[in-house]
């Protein structure tokens, strides 16, 4: 990002030393004057609300802790942030996204908790591996996983019920003939007349409904349809080059741009914005509002949709169909990270570990907030979600199946917007092969100077 100011390793390091000594001068003057008063930052204001019930559970039995909830939208977070943490200031606790969370390492943001969870006798084991795994880095963790979350299809149960439709639960896709996948996007196709895309008489200029949408974006679009395919955005976690330079990436792309433009059964990427990344939630307004089927989105959507569509039809959740190397799903969770310059660590360090302990994720997840990060208490989260009609199971099943992690290395948050953009024109109008081979060329490259640019 223009303007970032990077700090090197060895002066991160000094900073945390000397911070640390920063922090046992303040915590001494704050505990003789009784009440320590945090700031804790997120961007969701769904969640925001959970939060806020339990950090006032939390408040109650640490009555010499005041918690004051931060929250900044998504799009302003990361750069506000990270303006606060170069300056040497910034919030005590703060949620941690994985697309920032290696260059926020690097840059010396953040404190190593591994001590701590170590001298807290803190289990690991009851959390999801993969989150405790995607937090750390050379033996050191920085966060205790809280939430994750995995993609899925929701659909309009009133819609399929009308052509009478029943989505598959065991579908599947391959780039060559589409699969039962694309059968069944056709199927849910409908154009002005109420003819599907299967019928010769489809009329594909003025299709009415349909069957479902793919954003130009990595988490809840082409993602997991890559990984299906033996394709990936980097090989490994701190990689220091991209790794999408190859035939199965450029034939799934080409077979999600032959779905919006040959088979015309995905929605046109011109209706979900710039570069088809849907930046302001189009996805959801063409969902809601009943012009796609079907909708590819992360479960931490649930509840925007649901409220969009209201009473206006039943939802219902299917998983991803499998692909030629079987179903995958992007799997990511969010962990709270504490401030190198917080002059209270004590303090934040036993909110850190509230929010991340069972206590916490249970309120979080029986109200249908969040899928905690602790397994045992995931049916919380489903139990909530079906007491409203809607059934999360199969995000659920994806999350106990083959995942693949948010690619983590430093610059790729950078290099993910960069790649949408270099990619915008696959989504935006018909594309031969080799014209898609050319655009996934171009944010090849874009991407691998972000994270030359960022030290990968």
Same mark, same amino acid.
């Given at each position: 990002?223009?303007?970032?100011?990077?700090?090197?390793?060895?002066?991160?390091? @000094?900073?945390?030393s000397?911070?640390?000594?920063l922090v046992?001068?303040?915590?001494s003057?704050? #505990?003789?004057?009784?009440?320590v008063?945090?700031?804790?930052t997120?961007?969701?204001?769904n969640? /925001?609300?959970?939060y806020?019930?339990s950090?006032?559970?939390? /408040?109650?039995?640490h009555?010499?802790i005041?918690v %004051?909830v931060?929250?900044?939208?998504?799009?302003a977070?990361?750069?506000?942030?990270?303006?606060?943490?170069? #300056?040497?200031?910034? !919030?005590?606790?703060f949620?941690?996204n994985? !697309?920032?969370?290696?260059?926020?390492?690097?840059?010396?943001?953040?404190?190593?908790l591994?001590?701590?969870?170590?001298? @807290?006798?803190?289990?690991?084991?009851?959390?999801?591996s993969?989150?405790?795994?995607?937090?750390?880095?050379? +033996?050191?963790?920085y966060?205790?996983p809280?939430?994750?979350? &995995?993609?899925a299809?929701?659909?309009?149960?009133?819609?399929?019920?009308?052509?009478?439709?029943?989505?598959p639960?065991n579908?599947t896709?391959?780039?060559?003939?589409g699969? &039962?996948f694309?059968?069944?996007l056709?199927?849910?196709? &409908?154009d002005?007349?109420?003819?599907?895309?299967?019928?010769?008489s489809?009329? !594909?200029?003025k299709? @009415?409904?349909?069957g479902?949408?793919m954003?130009n974006?990595f988490? &809840?679009?082409?993602?997991?349809?890559?990984?299906?395919?033996?394709c990936?955005?980097?090989?490994?976690?701190?990689?220091?080059s991209?790794?999408?330079?190859?035939?199965?990436c450029?034939?799934t %792309?080409?077979?999600?741009?032959?779905l919006?433009?040959?088979?015309?059964?995905?929605?046109?990427?011109?209706e979900?914005?710039?570069n088809g990344?849907?930046? #302001?939630?189009?996805?959801?307004s063409l969902f809601?509002?009943?012009?796609?089927?079907?909708?590819?989105?992360?479960?931490w959507?649930?509840?925007?949709? @649901?409220e969009?569509? +209201?009473?206006?039809?039943?939802?219902?959740?299917?998983?991803?169909?499998?692909?030629?190397?079987?179903?995958?799903?992007?799997f990511n969770?969010?962990?709270?990270?504490?401030?190198?310059?917080?002059?209270h660590?004590?303090q934040?360090?036993?909110?850190?570990q509230?929010? +991340?302990?069972?206590?916490?994720?249970?309120i979080?997840? #029986?109200?249908?907030?969040?899928?905690?990060?602790?397994?045992?208490?995931?049916?919380l989260?489903e139990?909530a979600?079906a007491a409203?009609?809607i059934?999360?199971? !199969?995000?659920?099943?994806?999350?106990h199946?083959n995942?693949?992690?948010?690619p983590?290395?430093?610059?790729?948050?950078?290099?993910? %917007?960069?790649?949408?953009?270099a990619?915008?024109p696959?989504?935006? +109008?018909s594309?031969?092969?080799s014209?898609t081979?050319?655009?996934?060329?171009?944010?090849y490259?874009?991407?691998?100077?972000d994270?030359?640019?960022?030290g990968?």
């Open positions: 990002m223009k303007g970032k100011r990077l700090v090197p390793l060895v002066l991160a390091a @000094a900073t945390v000397s911070s640390m000594g046992a001068a303040m915590e003057t704050a #505990s003789a004057s009784g009440v008063h945090l700031t804790y997120l961007w969701d204001p969640e /925001e609300v959970g806020k019930q950090i006032a559970v939390f /408040e109650k039995s009555p010499n005041q %004051t931060e929250q900044i939208p998504y799009a977070y990361q750069t506000k942030l990270q303006e606060e943490f170069a #300056s040497g200031s910034g !919030p005590d606790l949620w941690i994985t !697309p920032w969370l290696s260059t926020w390492i690097k840059d010396g943001f953040l404190v190593n591994a001590p701590d969870i170590a001298k @807290a006798g803190i289990n690991s084991s009851q959390y999801y993969s989150l405790w795994q995607l937090h750390t880095y050379k +033996g050191a963790i966060g205790i809280k939430d994750w979350d &995995t993609i299809i929701y659909y309009n149960e009133n819609y399929m019920a009308a052509h009478h439709l029943t989505p639960s579908w896709w391959n780039p060559t003939n699969g &039962t694309l059968k069944f056709e199927e849910a196709t &409908t002005t007349n109420g003819t599907n895309a299967t019928s010769a489809f009329n !594909p200029n299709v @009415a409904v349909y479902m949408e954003d974006a988490q &809840t679009g082409f993602g997991s349809f890559w990984q299906m395919d033996g990936h955005v980097i090989n490994a976690a701190w990689a220091s991209v790794a999408f330079n190859t035939p199965a450029a034939q %792309t080409e077979f999600i741009n032959q919006m433009y040959k088979y015309h059964v995905l929605v046109p990427g011109s979900l914005g710039s990344t849907s930046p #302001s939630g189009q996805d959801n809601t509002s009943g012009k796609i089927a079907m909708e590819l989105e992360g479960d959507n649930t509840k925007p949709i @649901a969009g569509v +209201g009473t206006k039809f039943k939802i219902g959740v299917v998983p991803l169909p499998s692909g030629p190397d079987g179903r995958w799903s992007v969770g969010l962990i709270d990270g504490i401030n190198v310059h917080t002059p660590f004590q934040t360090w036993e909110l850190e509230w929010l +991340g302990s069972a206590a916490s994720q249970k979080m997840g #029986s109200g249908g907030y969040i899928w905690p990060a602790i397994k045992s208490l995931d049916p989260f139990q979600w409203k009609g059934p999360m199971g !199969p995000f659920l099943a994806e999350a199946g995942v693949v992690d948010w983590n290395t430093p610059g790729m948050n950078q290099g993910l %917007t960069d790649m949408g953009t990619m915008g696959i989504w935006l +109008g594309e031969t092969l014209q081979k050319a655009a996934l060329a171009n944010a490259a874009a991407a691998n100077h994270l030359q640019a960022a990968a």
